[in-house]
């Protein structure tokens, strides 16, 4: 696995980064720039995301999103941190709405059926950031089916995480950091319980998208086994640690893992900008975050 790092101080990608602006027609809704205007020091990139997607289109999508390259992916069975910086420019979106600002994902082979969401992002809604995990679906024990009261998240026990349950598409995503402004309204979509995914909170809640810029180091492995592990830090503090069901396995999917960042979203008005610097990714922790924070995970 190579090591990767970017920058973003000159006109391009830089060789040692592995990245790249993925070219197709939900990307074309969305322009990528190389400035120093706003960096945590010497150049960061801009990414924008415009109105493109016509009215009579379904489930279009507007994307401004830097992707590994396909040759240096990671084996889907493999753990790899991976670090960024981002700040969200303004105005802040605070609809409710699908806004992603960072997403794993496992490679889709042609011929695969399903459209399978990423098994860990990072996402925002109503100007407040969280972060979800993916796996296949697993029906609830019958002591975890109570759904929540009203429209608010579930209340989960001890080993407990919320969930929103798929069973169509073979699919559910749980609710594993939210910002500290969250509330169990903003969560109304995880009504169930589930005990196949675990979450540690370490006390810190992620950080306010209005708090200027935000580094995060992320650890991923997936295990749609039950061997997932995640790892969430974000400003040099830990947040959450996941494991458990992380990931999907069905037929058609391919061997990989793979990272992409930038601003998503389901077609909307008006545009969307977020700021990235200080790329990384590393098989070791010490390459993406302190030292002294590696020791304890």
């Known amino acids: 696995m190579e090591v990767l790092k970017d920058g973003f101080d000159g006109h391009d990608f830089s060789p040692e980064g592995g990245l790249y602006y993925k070219e197709n027609f939900e990307q074309s809704a969305g322009t990528v720039q190389f400035q120093r205007d706003v960096a945590v020091s010497g150049g960061a990139l801009k990414l924008t995301v415009r109105p493109l997607c016509p009215a009579t289109r379904q489930s279009c999508s507007e994307r401004a999103e830097i992707w590994e390259k396909p040759e240096l992916r990671v084996p889907y069975d493999q753990g790899v941190w991976y670090g960024f910086t981002v700040k969200f420019g303004e105005p802040i979106p605070q609809d409710d709405h699908r806004y992603l600002i960072a997403q794993w994902k496992r490679e889709i ?144 999917l391919g061997k990989n893992q793979y990272f992409k960042f930038g601003p998503y979203r389901a077609a909307n008005k008006g545009e969307w900008t977020l700021y990235y610097d200080n790329f990384r990714r590393s098989p070791r922790c010490e390459d993406v975050l302190a030292r002294d924070l590696c020791l304890a995970v």
């Open 109 to 252: 082979d042609p011929g695969a059926e399903g459209d399978f969401s990423p098994f860990l992002a990072l996402r925002l809604r109503q100007g407040k950031l969280f972060a979800t995990v993916e796996t296949n679906y697993i029906a609830p024990h019958a002591t975890l089916a109570t759904a929540a009261a009203g429209n608010t998240v579930a209340t989960c026990g001890p080993g407990q995480t919320p969930v929103w349950l798929r069973p169509k598409t073979n699919q559910m995503r749980a609710l594993v950091a939210t910002e500290a402004s969250w509330t169990p309204e903003d969560g109304a979509l995880f009504s169930s319980c589930t005990d196949a995914i675990s979450v540690i909170n370490h006390g810190m809640p992620l950080p306010s998208p209005n708090s200027g810029w935000i580094d995060f180091a992320v650890y991923t492995k997936p295990g749609p086994d039950g061997s997932g592990h995640i790892e969430i830090f974000a400003n040099g503090k830990p947040v959450v640690t996941v494991k458990g069901h992380i990931g999907h396995a069905d037929k058609g």
